[in-house]
């Protein structure tokens, strides 16, 4: 049962800060582990629940700073590959293991951000190339997925956008529009299964101002943070995500 009490609290203020601090300044990355701290007191279906109404509430004031600042044909991509994602987890939600889809995302976060490692330090050469299409329908798809299970859509996002080469705030803005959509996708689903409950709901009230703060943290961040230290916390927070993943699947 979930008691708002100084436990309760004492876990999910600074797990709430955080989560609109990432979403808002540093992509969905590392958002994530945010549930991953709830979920250490709660079970994992009330943690679900509770975030999804805090993290589009962080998406909605979010979605102002960043207005048209997104790559709207990458994010079309993304978009459209994560409704049927979506859709595959709400149908699997009850029967499916999400670990197998867990630890190959981790695998795949920490394959690209050891490849990045080792073209920036020169161990090997190659001519940049963006993602054709299909890679970008198919990030969004896994995105929708692991998003619907875990609110852990952020490295097939990240690890697709990262390689279009965008600027890092096109890059904050993309993420936030595609995000604000994937859980607009994912409410109605949420609601439908039970996910939601008068207990979560109260305790969203009492921790909206929380996410506000956080997701206002996060904006001026990205503004003051330089483009080359902001691309090296996205890969940190990239590699802390992967391994986390790859943790909860083997645990």
């Known amino acids: 049962m979930l008691v708002l009490d100084p436990v309760f609290l004492a876990a999910t203020v600074p797990a709430v800060l955080f989560a609109g601090i990432s979403k808002a ?11 991953a701290i709830l979920a250490l007191i709660l079970e994992p279906a009330q943690a679900l629940g509770l975030m999804l109404p805090l993290l589009m509430l962080i998406d909605a004031a979010t979605l102002r700073p960043y207005w048209r600042g997104w790559d709207w044909p990458n994010a079309r991509l993304l978009i459209l590959g994560a409704l049927p994602g979506v859709v595959l987890g709400a149908a699997l939600y009850r029967v499916a ?34 993602f054709q299409a299909r890679a970008g329908l198919a990030a969004g798809v896994v995105a929708g997925f692991t998003s619907f299970v875990s609110h852990a859509g952020g490295p097939p996002v990240a690890v697709f956008l990262l390689a279009q080469g965008l600027s890092k705030t096109v890059y904050q803005a993309t993420t936030v529009l595609v995000f604000w959509a994937i859980n607009l996708f994912k409410f109605v689903p949420y609601a439908f299964l039970g996910i939601f409950t ?26 003051l943070v330089p483009e080359g230290l902001f691309f090296g916390i996205t890969y940190v927070a990239l590699t802390l995500t992967g391994l986390r993943l790859i943790w909860v699947a083997v645990a």
Do not use: K, N
């Open 97 to 130: 293991a999400p670990d197998v889809i867990r630890f190959l995302i981790g695998a795949v976060a920490l394959a690209f951000v050891a490849f990045q490692a080792a073209v920036r330090l020169r161990l090997l050469r190659y001519r940049v190339r963006p």
């Open 25 to 35: 300044g540093f992509g969905s990355g590392a958002a994530f582990a945010a549930l």
């Open 198 to 223: 008068a207990q979560t709901l109260l305790a969203d009230l009492v921790l909206a101002p929380v996410a506000l703060l956080g997701a206002w943290l996060g904006v001026r961040a990205h503004r």
